[in-house]
């Protein structure tokens, strides 16, 4: 699931307070989960900018609402009619939500009210923690199952590096040597002699945006 | 509690403001008691930012 915090409240407060009509517009699904920006996340916030709107004497109408997801127009289109009616729409949603209601919404600014960070797991209510990155070209096969694009601090394709430190990396003590973890893990899988051989430098091509593509198959279907 | 204290203080309530008390149906005095408590506690902090800012001074002097 993708990721985010919500960001301080002064750069929030910063965005809206020159505007009349806001919508805080939360999205159900993965902020949610994180307790970023979900319907209950946009009205919290929705209430908080009403109190300091009261504060500074700023007369601003600031109202919430929230759909199940920001990033497939099926699900805030419904909506539309009624969120044009606004000058600003503060999105908790993730940065994708935003790229598209932006694109669908017209002439209304569409402005972030999180920080998208990563797409991670979620191993205990609460926590999260980034497994992969997203590279366009999966190498977990050579690597026992552990990303180290996206679990060694310098994405190393080859490790450890020298600063692997008691199963730790260099970079904190918080943070655990990819490298190590699969090294063990390969050890488990008597696979060791996998970790002799030399990866090669990967097509980067894959990991960069812009990106996109199509179902196949579906698009057989509409032919 | 702590968050939403945390939350008030981000626009500049003092978290003092809010408290939770456990207690039975049964604690009828005590309820008073913390009723009372709190009301003079909320008395001794003043009028909050938001009353200040939306009520008129007016009505400010009156109470
Ligand atoms: S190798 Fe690439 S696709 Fe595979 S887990 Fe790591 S970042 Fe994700
Ligand atoms: S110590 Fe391990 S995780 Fe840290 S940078 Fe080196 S190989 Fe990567």
Known sequence: MITGEQKPFEEIWNMVKDFKKVLVFGCNTCVAICHAGGGKEAEILASLLRMRAAEEGAAIEINHAAVERHCEPEFFQPVMENIRTYDLILSTACGVGVNLLSENIGDIPVFPAINTEFFGAVPRAGEFTELCAGCGNCILHLTGGICPIARCSKSLLNGPCGGTNNGNCEVSPDIKCAWVLIYDRMKKLNKLDLMKEINEAKDWSKAQGPRNFKVKVLEEIKK | ?63
């Open chain 2, 1 to 63: 509690m702590e968050h939403v204290k945390s939350l008030l203080t981000k626009v500049g309530i003092d978290p003092e403001r809010l408290e939770m008390f456990n207690l039975s149906a049964a604690m009828g005095p005590r309820w008073a008691e913390m009723c009372n408590e709190f009301t003079e506690k909320i008395r001794r902090l003043g009028p909050s930012p938001i009353w200040m800012a939306t009520c008129s001074p007016k009505k400010n002097i009156k109470e």
